[in-house]
């Protein structure tokens, strides 16, 4: 039986299904519940983090700071977590953050750019937080060079090191190769976060546990970028059902679900749309399901054949000019076949 520490990213990963339109009143009636199921660890913010909110990938309707506050208010025993990708988030975001109550720091970046993060998490450490090394993309990387890029996080002071499949691109297998060699490479624990294009999200997990991860993130009625991350409440039964220790409610989770989906109503929940389940197999970053949406709509070309070419081009997070510029490619070509 391992003992698993459930973070919750609802309120951040799933700004992405919702256009990062989150508003605190949002925010604190979900978080009041997560806390109330026994949730551990909250994750709040704009999709792309602290210090995301922009006209380029989404502007959002509250602040930071706003979102902080309402989620710090609700949460009395769970701990309020923000996710900063370097270059968007500054030190004095970290800093609001530490100031408004938030207890939990995730500094993150492409799987392979590990060295970017080191001045954020040692500052995270020095405003007194519980400071991850988050690597996006894990799919994007072998195992070996996850093992390294690990090995920097840890030797920066990163309390765990958490691998994100971003993608929703892995198999049960390839998940448990990556987590084994990054366990093999490291004394501090180890994070998965899974999302959901090919189905796999649920058995992801199961198969990272399996290989010594203690550490699962998820999202109410599965939120999330692409597809969608990992369903929490069915995530958190899952767990339980294979004797795993989780401190959340089942009962209280899906609650917390229900008291979630009347929040964002008529939103509709994430599924494995054609378009998500082609990014799940080209690689493709699930946060680009509504901008490879768009561009494709605006320039009139086959969402499909533009997710295959940015699997080719091997996007990352924070590539949304990237979508654009190959949309009017295929805009241009269809013309010139006509």
């Known amino acids: ?130 400071t991850v090394g988050y690597l996006i993309s894990a799919g994007m990387a072998s195992p070996e060079k996850l093992a390294e890029e690990a090995r920097k996080l840890e030797s920066y002071g990163a309390d765990y090191v958490n691998l994100a499949e971003s993608q929703g691109h892995l198999v049960p297998k390839e998940v448990a190769q990556r987590v084994s060699a990054v366990r093999n490479a490291i004394q501090v624990p180890i994070g998965f976060h899974p999302h959901n294009n090919l189905g796999l999200a649920i058995g992801n997990i199961l198969a990272a546990v399996d290989e010594g991860a203690t550490f699962i993130d998820g999202s109410l009625k599965g939120f999330g970028g692409g597809a969608g991350n990992a369903q929490t409440e069915v995530a958190i039964t899952a767990l339980k059902r294979a004797g795993h220790k989780v401190n959340a409610d089942i009962f209280g989770i899906m609650d917390a679900a229900d008291v979630f989906a009347h929040q964002v109503a008529p939103q509709p929940m994430p599924v494995i749309d054609n378009n998500s389940l082609l990014m799940g197999y080209a690689n493709v970053y699930g946060g680009y399901a509504y901008p490879v949406k768009h561009a494709a709509e605006q320039y009139g070309c086959d969402p499909r054949e533009l997710v295959l070419r940015l699997g080719e081009r091997k996007v990352v997070a924070a590539q949304e000019d990237v979508v654009v510029e190959e949309a009017q490619r295929l805009a241009l070509l269809s013309r010139k076949a006509a």
Not at 49 to 55: A, C, K, N, R, T
Not at 90 to 106: H, I, Q, S
Request: proline letters at 2%; glycine letters at 10%; aromatic letters at 4%.
């Open 1 to 130: 039986m391992t003992s698993i520490t459930f973070v919750d990213v609802t309120l951040r990963d799933g700004n992405h299904t919702f256009r990062h339109q989150f508003t605190p009143q949002i925010v604190e009636a979900t978080a009041a519940a997560l806390d109330a199921a026994g949730v551990d660890i909250i994750e709040v913010g704009h999709g792309d983090g602290l210090g995301g909110s922009s006209l380029h990938v989404g502007k959002a309707p509250a602040t930071d700071r706003q979102l902080l506050e309402a989620a710090c208010r609700s949460a009395r025993r769970a701990k309020v977590a923000i996710l900063m990708l370097p270059g968007f988030g500054l030190f004095a975001d970290l800093e609001m953050a530490a100031e408004v109550g938030v207890k939990v720091a995730r500094i993150a970046t492409h799987c392979t750019e590990a060295d970017v993060t080191e001045q954020h998490i040692k500052r995270a450490k020095d405003l007194g937080m519980f």
